[in-house]
């Protein structure tokens, strides 16, 4: 099979790959963690070397196995006629980073982002918190106009996994972050589980606002 027909028609041999995350794109509404065609998942095959990710521009409402995009590690499209979403060298760097994550959940979902925007960490402040993990959740210092100019999406992947290594953190304990000025990433064995990790951060995020707003310093 010729290249140009598996980047078009597909083989058949990512189907698997591509329904994960289907499935896992079509929960990030479903849960309230986007509106329009914000955020995006993906799911990855360490086999393969390759991972499938909602393509760029389409609305959840339209999303079918046709709008998952297949790409390797090396940022190359490998099944799929439509452009990866922005996000993809984020995802990219990320499972180049970290060994067992199969699945990576971006969102612009409100409480969580509005954190990233605030540029803070969310504190530990309860047994809700506490049953994710007993550490705050990470925000990372905000990119520096160098890897913006060099290239954003790359940077912000490359900027987590940074922050975590500096940290001392294990992402397989802490699958959850904020990327200051920008929103929440989260990840998991699965795309499946990183959407519910989103939706687990999120509502971290909200109910952390609601204590903040009842006492100011807990």
Request: net charge negative; with cysteine; aromatic share 6%.
């Amino acid at each position: 099979m010729s290249e140009t027909t598996t980047r078009r028609g597909g083989s058949g041999r990512f189907d698997a790959l591509k329904t994960e995350a289907l499935a896992a794109n079509l929960e990030i509404p479903r849960l309230g963690l986007a509106i329009l065609t914000w955020g995006n998942a993906s799911s990855f095959d360490p086999e393969l070397g390759v991972f499938a990710i909602k393509s760029s521009g389409v609305e959840y409402a339209e999303l079918g196995l046709e709008d998952m995009v297949v790409v390797d590690l090396e940022g190359r499209v490998v099944e799929g006629s439509r452009r990866p979403s922005s996000d993809t060298k984020t995802h990219l760097a990320l499972y180049r980073a970290w060994k067992g994550v199969r699945g990576i959940c971006h969102t612009h979902s409100a409480h969580a982002t509005a954190w990233a925007q605030a540029r803070r960490d969310i504190p530990c402040l309860g047994t809700t918190h506490a049953d994710q993990s007993t550490l705050p959740v990470p925000c990372t210092a905000m990119i520096s106009a160098e890897e913006v100019e060099r290239d954003y999406e790359l940077s912000t992947g490359e900027l987590i996994a940074r922050t975590f290594a500096e940290r001392g953190l294990d992402p397989a304990h802490d699958p959850m972050v904020l990327v200051a000025g920008h929103g929440p990433f989260a990840w998991g064995g699965s795309a499946m589980a990183a959407v519910r990790n989103a939706a687990a951060l999120e509502e971290l995020a909200r109910m952390a606002i609601l204590t903040m707003a009842i006492v100011p310093d807990p």
